[in-house]
T-cell receptor, first 111, second 114 residues
Framework: GEDVEQSLFLSVREGDSSVINCTYT??????LYWYKQEPGAGLQLLTY?????DMKQDQRLTVLLNKKDKHLSLRIADTQTGDSAIYFC???????????FGTGTRLKVLA | GAGVSQSPSNKVTEKGKDVELRCDPI?????LYWYRQSLGQGLEFLIY????????KSGLPSDRFSAERTGGSVSTLTIQRTQQEDSAVYLC????????????FGPGTRLTVL
């Protein structure tokens, strides 16, 4: 079945860039998402990319998609302590209702 | 309401008791999803509603789990005869339509089964 994988932890220093990686298996994925979950809260959509795009930039966030390798990454520039959270990668396919989420990457930003 | 709400926020129960978890989606959102989040695990899909009907219940872990949605709005997830392995955060999400539409998540209900 479809699967989305992420590394579990990432630790960076404040001001550095963070890169969170994700791999997925479903070649028919149409939309790929990055969600952020802060402690005690639900998930909040950060950004998404269509599968026919290679890159999307939104302020401090850059999403890169390598469709051939089924690899998605989220780069956070100038990481701040407020960016500490769990980041989930997810994918869905047009015409279906199912979203497949990864295990989440816990980002810890050190002051 | 302004966002997806869930109640209760925390529930502690004894093994063998039944629990009901409630989700109020954003008004006008036809799609509603229930997920389970266990420690160190991703989001496990449980069930999806389109309107009041549930086309896919395949994610429900056992027949102790059931869910309904009434009036195309509020949904209730019921767990009967709770077990310790049911302890997790149960998240509800709604969206305006199905794929390609942002899912808006509630804050979740943390269930602890003693």
């Amino acid at each position: 079945g479809e699967d989305v994988e992420q590394s579990l932890f990432l630790s960076v220093r404040e001001g550095d860039s963070s890169v969170i990686n994700c791999t997925y298996t479903d070649s028919s994925s149409t939309y790929l998402y990055w969600y952020k979950q802060e402690p005690g809260a639900g998930l909040q959509l950060l950004t998404y990319i269509f599968s026919n795009m290679d890159m999307k930039q939104d302020q401090r966030l850059t999403v890169l998609l390598n469709k051939k390798d089924k690899h998605l990454s989220l780069r956070i520039a100038d990481t701040q302590t407020g960016d500490s959270a769990i980041y989930f990668c997810a994918e869905s396919t047009s015409g279906t209702y199912k979203y497949i989420f990864g295990t989440g990457t816990r980002l810890k930003v050190l002051a | 309401g302004a966002g997806v709400s869930q109640s209760p926020s925390n529930k502690v129960t004894e093994k063998g008791k039944d629990v009901e978890l409630r989700c109020d989606p954003i008004s006008g959102h036809t799609a509603l999803y229930w997920y389970r989040q266990s420690l160190g695990q991703g989001l496990e899909f449980l069930i999806y509603f389109q309107g009041n009907s549930a086309p896919d219940k395949s994610g429900l872990p056992s027949d102790r789990f059931s869910a309904e949605r009434t009036g195309g709005s509020v949904s209730t997830l019921t767990i009967q005869r709770t077990q310790q392995e049911d302890s997790a955060v149960y998240l509800c999400a709604s969206s305006f339509r199905t794929s390609g539409s942002e899912q808006f998540f509630g804050p979740g209900t943390r269930l602890t089964v003693l």
